[in-house]
């Protein structure tokens, strides 16, 4: 069974860091996607930043592109964050989800498993 747990989420003042880090067990596809998402109060989960291991490539929504870094641990099958000169509208539910296929552009619905999230809030 696939788990993703999450954490490193936290409280920060705009212009702070954050690493949020995503322990994932349990599946053995061969190639797959791993994305992060966040979800703010009333508000649909959007797609952060998704990394596709068929081609090594990294995907970024505008909104964090050259603020948020995505990495992943093979050997450790842990996905990581990097959050840099965060705003106050970064503030969200993160939680990480794993598609054994392509990114899809991030769209949430086409992820199959998702962790519990981690809560990051940044104030101004």
């Known amino acids: 069974q696939v788990q993703l747990v999450e954490s490193g989420g936290g409280s920060v003042q705009a212009g702070g860091s954050l690493r949020l880090s995503c322990a994932a067990s349990g599946y053995t596809y061969s190639s797959y996607c791993m994305g992060w998402f966040r979800q703010a109060p009333g508000k649909e989960r959007e797609g952060v930043a998704g990394i596709y291991t068929g081609a090594g490539s990294t995907y970024y929504s505008d909104s964090v592109k050259g603020r948020f870094t995505i990495s992943q641990d093979n050997a450790k099958k842990t996905l990581y964050l990097e959050m840099n000169s965060l705003k106050p509208e970064d503030t969200a539910m993160y939680y990480c989800?794993?598609?054994?296929?392509?990114?899809?552009?991030?769209?949430?619905?086409?992820?199959?498993?998702w962790g519990q999230g981690t809560q990051v809030t940044v104030s101004s």
């Open positions: 989800g794993v598609r054994a296929a392509g990114c899809a552009n991030l769209l949430w619905r086409f992820f199959d498993y």
